[in-house]
């Protein structure tokens, strides 16, 4: 980034002029990731909506990037500006592993990614916001890991489960009742496909499973062996157990009361 | 105060050529070859963290003999040049052709710059391609001139010697396991016709795999798998192990010191 930044600074995101319009810019915008550990790793998962105002505007669009070999990132916000970000996140530490030999820490990659949304706040007081959600497996000290982010590039490491987005509020309440510390790595993803079931269910920005059109969440799970993206059978496997489930059970699974 | 006497610039260029090459001949072999799945590169080093043989991008590989700090200072910018171009543009526009074409004109500029003492380095760029076809290496000797090579390529020390037996014994479509040991029997020949006994500690192999699922098809084989694949007499099975066991390269070259030249390397 130091490299581009001299080279090439018209690269980098926050080294545009900002366009001098007053108000929110109409421009597709990501919904709602959910994150959540489970001992060995983490899994990372996002809806496949877009929207622009009322409008849809992608059903299919993916949110989940891995960031390298043990981390990933998901985005909320907005798209362009978000997967620009992503891009640039992924460059970054491929460019370092390379260039230095060894990778940055788990830590490292996280305030790294910090300073870049920090870059972006002049776009995000213009309504263009980018509010991305990293986890990755912390090789050193063999778990997985979640970091959540606020528009200032404030950033917080959250433990056991996180969520971003318009949805959030929904998927971390719905997480909040379901997690367990002792997860498998199905049942963590049974439990963020749940998450983000319910995130559907209140918020009109977020996506549920489209089972007609075959279109199914994104599911990354990254342990010691490194990232790896759930094919989409296998997610549509839980996605249709769980649907599966609220046909009789329209709320999800009930908490115990006491 | 003393006139500066006149040299022609063949002489001029002669001397420079003549510094250049002694000071890679020095070192010791890099070679490399196309196998099956891509092209594999075996350099002796005795270094596990100053490496001669490195990634640059996705399918594009990079080694070298002569000055440490002067080719590590090409494959920095290397690296850059790629991951520039791969972000502005796409990763598909990233060629070993591009790049062999821009350590071209840097070696160039250097080697004739009167200024500038000539880099004392050679270079081999590869690239895997979908299919054995499709796979290029270049050499980039001292002088900035490219040479398009095809099959097996050593550079430094002698290497006249060792690419004239590796002509001699290589063919296409060989497994992991016979072109690593082909590699290594033409690395332990000598200057005057004898043989030296190399062990895996001793060798430094990475292969540009094109059958790696990962993007990136670079890899190292570290030497436990080496010994293996050389013990395993050229069968295919050493192909299939090559594939299967993935490590990133974090492991062995954390502790990289950088300053130092590595001992033996180039001596």
Known sequence: M????????????????????????????????VAATFPGGVVLAGDRRATMGNVIAQRDIEKVFPADEYSAVGIAGTAGLAVEMVKLFQLELEHFEKVE??????????????????SNLGMAMQGLA????????????????????????????????????????FARSALKKLFRDDFSENEAATAVVQALYDAADDDSATGGPDLGRRIYP???????????????????????????RRLEQPDGPRAALL | MSTPFYVSPQQAMADRAEYARKGIARGRSVVALQYADGVVFVAENPSRALHKVSEIYDRIAFAAVGKYNEFENLRIGGVRYADLRGYTYDREDVTARG????YAQTLGAIFSSAAEKPYEV???????????????????????????????VAVGGNADQISTYLDQHHRDGMSLGEALKLAVESLSRDNNGGERTLTPEQLEVAVLDRKRPQQRKFKRVPSSQLSRLLASEGSSVGATEAGSAEEPESGTSGAETGSERSEGSEE
């Open chain 1, 130 to 169: 980018v509010v991305p959600l990293f986890a990755g497996f912390d090789v050193d000290r063999e778990k997985g890991r979640i970091f959540s982010y606020d528009v200032t590039g404030g950033r917080s490491e959250e433990t056991g489960y996180a969520a971003t987005g318009s949805g959030s509020v």
């Open chain 2, 122 to 152: 050679e270079l081999l760029v590869a690239e895997v391609g979908a299919t054995a076809e499709d796979d290029q290496i270049y050499r980039l000797p001292h002088d900035g001139s490219i040479v398009d090579e095809h099959g097996s």
């Open chain 2, 99 to 102: 790049l062999a074409n821009t």
């Open chain 1, 218 to 244: 994104i599911v990354t799970v990254i342990t010691d062996e490194g990232f790896k993206r759930l094919t989409s059978d296998e997610v549509s496997e839980i996605a249709r157990a769980v649907h599966e």
């Open chain 1, 2 to 33: 130091d490299f581009l930044s001299e080279h090439s600074p018209e690269l980098l995101p926050g080294n545009r002029p900002l366009p001098p319009v007053q108000g929110a810019i109409e421009a597709p915008h990501g919904t709602t990731i």
């Open chain 1, 101 to 118: 030999g060894a990778q940055l820490s788990l830590e490292g990659k996280a305030n790294r990614l910090s300073t870049m949304i920090r």
